[in-house]
């Protein structure tokens, strides 16, 4: 029994983890000032942990410490995938540029400080992830680290475990130096939200997203012309739910011919407003209640409802290519993907997740919603073929050596990039594959956590062992050092950024916590200064920030070999 609490063998193993894991958690539930490090008190636990004795089986934690990471960067992967490549439209481009010099500038510190004070690259790296709190940039340098050693390329004088001690030592103040920072840009800049808030809602202005308008048919050019050519000319600007002559409200298709003064409910987006007024005639106020009017049959009023798509065989599928309404007499006006709300247009194609706004007959939306699936049910099942499929595939990918000029050892995307990669392009282009990669976000958010806390125990229980004797030895530095690695690049991206490129401060907020990649960041924004606005501009900036993260850390370890 004693050896269960105090050996070294699989049951022990399991039992530290979990422990470690259930007390950083809870300890990571309590704020100072609103600010906590979440999940990172894993960490600190596992090193507590370890300097005391408690040491786990190599094995089990070297797979825990890969598994982990492997299913984190994964499931983030997974998650941004669907809008990665949508990012860069928009201001995505200027966003993701500033994120990449926020990586370039601290990569740059990092070798400076390293040239001054003589300090090894190798644990220079490890401090530039916890600088910017970069968990899976830590993974690929020790992973790169230790191929290096077992080839042969480098001593062990350096291993991952001294990596991890100068992560940890150095990652508390690079989370509360990239607040400290946002507090004072704040100030600085003398920030108004709200006129911050109005101004980004002028500035998005919800031009992609779905609008509601009611329009009367009162420019000539448009009688006796039929839906199909107004369609036909204008693309997939906006769609017409319903239309109302004289009393009679019905839904048209493509072959209704507009006539003078005919009503029509339809959806497009801010962008095309102008244009649909002076193509209709002009804007009219009517109200939802006016299209709920009741006719003489009443087998013959309209209907709008919701729709979830739970079929997986759909995945994929356009809607011309469903002809949904020649075969159901029901309109498609609107999808929801996730948070995000766009016009239903032919082209448009589903994916199991989404939500279909509709307005028809109920019998004609009842059938409709019998095709789609509309099972919630269904979406509680994990579809896990293609996370290990994905997984597989993104082994392989961080295991391809790739040679470049002036560098000792080829570069590898590791158990970090590679399957990250992988990720986001299933995330991108399964649904267009017909693969079905759908996850609730429950799901994805327990795979998230199980994963960068596995990684986290594993790392501080493996670098707990010498962790004062490295603090002792010069180890204090490290604080230093990490507090410029943070400082000077996200000063001076933050200046750019609103001095050189004029962006909102949300944009500014949410460029720092995801170019930094730091979640317990964005929480703070969120907090602190209300909306989503942060989260959106930290999703647009997170995928390439992580992807660009992994590669510098990989890339520093082999320059340093």
Known sequence: MSDLFVGTG??????????????GLWLGKFKVKGISIGSTWILFVGIIMSHFGFMS?????????????????FAIGLQVGPGFFRSFKSGGVTLNLLAMLLVLLAVGVTVAIKAITGEDLKIM????????????????????????????????SVDSAKLGSAYAVAYPLGVLAVIFLLIMSKAFFKVDLQKEQDAYQAMTGGKESARRMHCEVANPALYGKSVKELKESRKDSFVISRMMRHDEIFTPDDSTVFEKGDKVMLVTTQKYVDDIRLIFGKEIPLHLS????????ESQNLHSGMILVSNSKLTGKTLRSLDIRHRFGVTVTRVYRADINFVAGPDSYIEVGDTLRVVGMEEDIEKLATMLGNKRAQLDHPNLIPIFMGIVLGVILGSVPIAFPGIPQPVKLG?????????ILLGFIGPKWHITTYTTMSANLMIREIG??????????????GFVESIMNGGYWWILYGFLI??????????????????NFYQITGLI??????????????????TDYTSINYATVYPLTMFMRVLAAQLLILFAL
């Open 415 to 423: 158990l970090a990039g590679g399957p990250l990669i992988i990720a």
């Open 10 to 23: 699989i049951a022990h193993s399991i039992l530290l983890f979990a422990f470690v894991i259930a007390l």
């Open 452 to 465: 960068i806390s596995f990684f986290m125990a594993a790392v501080g229980l493996g670098a707990g062992a």
């Open 57 to 73: 089986d190599p094995t089990v934690l070297s797979f825990m410490k890969d598994f982990g990471l492997i299913l984190f960067v």
């Open 290 to 297: 006016d299209w709920e009017k009741k006719v003489e049959d």
């Open 513 to 530: 916590s995801g170019g930094t990649t730091d979640p317990a960041v964005l929480a703070f924004a969120q907090g602190m200064y209300g």
């Open 125 to 156: 790296t490890g401090v530039m992830s916890a600088a910017v709190t970069n968990t899976p940039g830590l993974g690929a340098a020790q992973q790169t680290l230790n191929d290096a050693i077992a080839s042969g390329a480098t001593d062990a």
């Open 486 to 503: 943070t400082f000077i690049p996200v000063s001076l991206v933050i200046i750019i950024a609103r001095l050189v490129f004029h962006l």
